[in-house]
C-alpha cells in the first residue's frame, strides 16, 4: 500500500477537500510508487490563501532580522538532512545523488543567504528639493505569494523563490510540480521544524486546475513560476489581468562555443556536463554545441568516445553518471524530437534511442545522444527538448558563432570555451542571453547572483542574489517635512 501524502495549510497535514488524489513514481522504476498526493481544487487554494493571508497580518510585523534567524535554521537543518533529503529527492526525480546533494545545498546557500540579507535589504535616502525635508524609500513584503515550480531542481529553485519571499515579509502557498511533491512536503517539514509559524508558508499539491487557482486567487498578489514557456505565457496573461505582479523562468537553447585556441579538454569536459548532466534536464542546460570548423571533425570524435562512456541507470545506484528522464511523456516527447532530427536530415552519431537494457527497462532511460550536420534552422537547434540530446553546429569564426547562438527564440545560459581574452570580452558584449559563462559549461549558477535570460525565457526579473528582492518587494517611498509650513514642491523653491 503506497504512502498517503497531504497538503500543508495553516501549520497542519490535510487532505484535499474534493478527495482526489494521484500518484508519483520513481522514474527510475515505475514500480516503485513513492505515495499518492492531494490533486487539490480551487476550494484549497483558498483554504490555504486564507491561511496565507491571516498569517501575513502577524509575520510582516516581525523584524526582518528574526525572520532571518528562522531561514538560518532552515539552512542548518537542511545541512543536517542532506542525504537523506538528496535520496528521496533522486527516488521521485531521477537525477543522480551527487546532483541531488547540490540541489540541497543550493537551498542551504540561499537560506543563509536570505537570512544575512534581512540585516541588509537596503533602502534608499536621497536630499529633498525643499529645506527641513526628508526623502526616504524602504522596501515593504507585497503580502501573500503564489510559488509554482518544476520539477528539475526540487530544492533549489523553490528555495530561490521562497526564502527571499518569507525574509521580505511575505507568506506564501506553493505548489511543486507532481513530478516532485514529495520535496515539496519535505521542504514544508524543515520549515516548521525551523521556527516558521503556522499559515506562513502552505503547500498544495496538484496539477493545472491548482495552479490556475493560484494565479487566480485574488488574496495572492504575486506569482513567482518556473516551468514551461507555454504556461508561463498563460500565467503572463491571467495574472496581468488581474494586476498581479509575474516573475516568469522558462525555456531555454542555451549553447557552448568552442573556438580552435581553447583548452580542448577543459571545453570537452564541458559539453559533457552540460548537456548530459541532469539527463538534460535543466533550464540552462548545454542543448547546442557550436564549433569552431577548424576543430569539427576531431572535437566529435573525441566527444561521442567520451559521452559513450558515461554509465547510465538510477540515480540512488553508485556509479550513474546520467539518471532516467522524469516521467513516459517525457520520454516520448524525447523520442519524437529524435525522430525529428532525424527527418530533417541531422545525422545521430550517439544514442537516439531509449535505453531499455536488463533494469533499464523499467523506468524512463534514454541513452545520451549527439546529433551533428545541424543546421540553425532545424527544430532540433531551435526548441527545448529538456532531455538528453545534444545538437552540434559548425561556425566559420566568433562572430558568426555568436550568430548562431543568438538565432533562437530563447536567451538563459550560454558559454564560450577560449582563450583570447579580446574574443571572451566581445562575447560577454554581444551574446543575448542572461548568463555568459567564459570557459565554464552553461550550468551552475551559483545562488547569490543574478539568474534568469531574456528573450522567451523570461519577463524581466531575475530570481537569485539581491535582484530577487525586487520580486517580493514594494517601494514605499516616505517624505517627511519639519519645517512647519506647507512647502508646495515644484512651485516654492522655484
Ligand atoms: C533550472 O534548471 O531550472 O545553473 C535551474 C544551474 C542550476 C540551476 C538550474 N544552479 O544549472
Known amino acids: 500500500m503506497a504512502e498517503s501524502f497531504r497538503n500543508f495549510i495553516n501549520g497542519r497535514w490535510v487532505d484535499s477537500q474534493q478527495g482526489q488524489t494521484f500518484q508519483n513514481q520513481n522514474p527510475a522504476n515505475l514500480d516503485d510508487v513513492i505515495g499518492s498526493f492531494p490533486l487539490s481544487t480551487e476550494a484549497d487554494v483558498a483554504a490555504a490563501a486564507e491561511a496565507a493571508a491571516q498569517a501575513y497580518k502577524t509575520w510582516r510585523m516581525i523584524p526582518a532580522p528574526k525572520r532571518g534567524d528562522i531561514l538560518r535554521r532552515a539552512g542548518d537543518i537542511l545541512a543536517e538532512r542532506k542525504d537523506e533529503l538528496a535520496r528521496a529527492m533522486t527516488r521521485e526525480m531521477g537525477k543522480p545523488v551527487f546532483e541531488t546533494k547540490g540541489d540541497v545545498q543550493e537551498a542551504i546557500d540561499t537560506a543563509y543567504y536570505s537570512a544575512t540579507e534581512t540585516r541588509r535589504l537596503f533602502g534608499y535616502n536621497t536630499p529633498s528639493e525643499l529645506p527641513d525635508k526628508m526623502n526616504l524609500s524602504f522596501r515593504m513584503p507585497v503580502g501573500v505569494c503564489g510559488i509554482i515550480t518544476a520539477w528539475n531542481f526540487p530544492m533549489a529553485v523553490p528555495s530561490w523563490k521562497i526564502f527571499p519571499a518569507l525574509a521580505c515579509g511575505n507568506t506564501v502557498v506553493y505548489k511543486p510540480s507532481e513530478d516532485a511533491p514529495h520535496s515539496g512536503n519535505l521542504l514544508a517539514e524543515v520549515l516548521a521544524e525551523a521556527g516558521l509559524p503556522a499559515g506562513v508558508f502552505n503547500v498544495v499539491h496538484g496539477a493545472a486546475q491548482c495552479g490556475a487557482a493560484i494565479v487566480e486567487h485574488p488574496l495572492i498578489k504575486v506569482i513567482g513560476f518556473t ?48 548537456a548530459f548532466g541532469t539527463t538534460g534536464q535543466r533550464c540552462t542546460a548545454t542543448s547546442r554545441l557550436i564549433l569552431h570548423e577548424a576543430i569539427y571533425d576531431d572535437f566529435i570524435n573525441r566527444l561521442i568516445t567520451r559521452a559513450a562512456k558515461l554509465r547510465l541507470g538510477p540515480g540512488l545506484e553508485e556509479g550513474t553518471d546520467v539518471g532516467p528522464v ?34 533499464l527497462g523499467r523506468g524512463c532511460f534514454f541513452h545520451p545522444t549527439i546529433f551533428i550536420n545541424v543546421d540553425r534552422n532545424m527544430r532540433i537547434a531551435r526548441e527545448e527538448i529538456f532531455g538528453p540530446v545534444l545538437s552540434v553546429l559548425k561556425a566559420r569564426d566568433l562572430t558568426d558563432a555568436i550568430e548562431i547562438l543568438n538565432d533562437t527564440p530563447y536567451g538563459l545560459s550560454s558559454s564560450l570555451y577560449t582563450s583570447n581574452v579580446n574574443d571572451a570580452f566581445r562575447a560577454v558584449r554581444d551574446i543575448e542571453a542572461g548568463i555568459t559563462y567564459i570557459n565554464v559549461p552553461t550550468i551552475g549558477a551559483e545562488a547569490h547572483m543574478p539568474f534568469g535570460g531574456v528573450k522567451g525565457t523570461g519577463n524581466g526579473h531575475r530570481e537569485g542574489g539581491w535582484t530577487v528582492f525586487d520580486i517580493f518587494t514594494e517601494w514605499k517611498t516616505v517624505y517627511i517635512d519639519y519645517s512647519g509650513s506647507l512647502q508646495r514642491a515644484q512651485i516654492d523653491n522655484y
Open 326 to 359: 522524469i516521467n513516459q511523456k517525457q520520454l516520448r516527447r524525447v523520442q519524437e524530437y529524435t525522430a525529428i532530427g532525424r527527418e530533417e536530415g541531422a545525422l545521430c552519431v550517439l544514442g537516439g534511442d531509449r535505453a531499455d537494457e536488463g533494469q
Open 227 to 274: 516551468g514551461s514557456t507555454q504556461v508561463g505565457a498563460e500565467i503572463a496573461s491571467r495574472a496581468g489581468a488581474m494586476n498581479k505582479k509575474v516573475s516568469l523562468e522558462m525555456g531555454g537553447k542555451n549553447a557552448q562555443i568552442v573556438m580552435p585556441d581553447a583548452d580542448l579538454d577543459l571545453a570537452l569536459d564541458g559539453v559533457v556536463w552540460g
